[in-house]
């Protein structure tokens, strides 16, 4: 690969998405010179396809649909002057040294080698498939993902089928449970495997507007069909998500959606030696969202799946923030980093590293749903009450320096009843 042609930048941003469109558009605002790769024919990720409304109430404080958000991101990329390129693959990432690190990507016009100080990686996530959650009979036509749904229906104006039913009860299942409503599908059922829904309680109301019935602890096993979907095979589960023998019915339908969840995009990473905490997919950060592997920086659902993609820009801008403080320093200048942990009904938690040399919003998701609950930092003794917590849910808070400077080792963040 030595005889590539060769391209040199400050940053290389690796997802166009809206946490990479923000960490370039906020590395540019910084003076550095970026590039932002994505493998896409146009920027936004998966935003152009979400045509329903919700998005950008905290960062933008308006209601935007998925395009008008990654609209706004693409001006501001275009008026700023970032270079970025779409249909790139990368291919590879080497990292020789702190500041010397190349990306190696392939496109229409080429393949190349970019030498870079340092990497914003945000290159999302996957879906889970539906050999994943152990789906097994026929592979007929009219198994899609939620995400293949959306994209067929939304971007190419598909219509899938008539009588629906949708394995997960996230908030991608139940959007796409109400398109399918709205284009005049019956939505036979939502298969939920845990005893609550895994969606926000705005788009869990989608159900009771539509009709759409709601099968809690409950799973799909297996399809049936042999040139297209014809029926699914539901069982229920117990508390401990073992199926219970003679509970098994079918459901007629054409078309199965699968929104089983997503998992963080982290080949590439894992590749160059990068930790993965084992909990959210996603590397090991510290406050600035740089990875174990200096200059290495990650942001979005590559990190931590999040409910808004308000938190998704947020963190690609701290990525980039991070990036520019450690290029001018040669490295992050912190004396120490204290270690956040997971205690009492945490089941997320991102992120991972604290300097208390500034302030530091917190990502957490509990492991079960709680009402009337008391959010505990004891080491720094810092409390919130809130009224419920859900895992569907992310809770996002802020811890300041004067907070976290307190700690003397580690910080435990527990979710306890009061």
Known sequence: MNDLPMLNY????????????AAAVRAKELGLKVLLLDDNDYLGGILPQCIHPGFGLHYFKEELTGPEFAARFAKRLVELGVDYRTAARVLEIKNYSDLEKVVVFSSPSGAYQVWTKTIIYAAGARERHAFEIGIVGDRGAGIYTAGE????MDIY????????????????????????????AKVKAVIELMPYPGGLARNIMILRDFDIPLYLSHKVVEVRGKERVERVKIVKVDENLREIPGTEFWIEA???????????SVKLLTAIGVEIDPTTGGPVVNDLFETSVPGIFAAGNSVIINDLVDYVAEQGELAAEGAKLFIDNEGIPTRRWIK????????????HYLSGE????IYARVSKPMENVEVRFPEIGKKLRLPVVKPAEMLRMKLRKEE??????GITMEVVPL
Do not use: C, H, Y
């Open 157 to 184: 104006g598909v219509m899938l089928g008539k009588e629906i039913v949708i394995v997960g009860s996230g908030d991608v299942g139940l959007i796409m449970a109400r398109r399918f409503a709205l284009e005049g």
């Open 340 to 351: 956040l942990e997971k205690g009492e009904n945490v089941r997320l938690l991102v992120p």
């Open 358 to 361: 500034r302030d530091v919003w």
């Open 254 to 264: 054409d078309t199965l959606i699968i929104s089983a969840g997503l998992v963080p």
């Open 404 to 409: 976290i400077a307190k700690a003397r080792d």
């Open 10 to 21: 400050d940053v290389v941003v690796i997802g166009g998405g809206p946490a990479g469109m």
């Open 149 to 152: 749904a959306q994209t067929l």
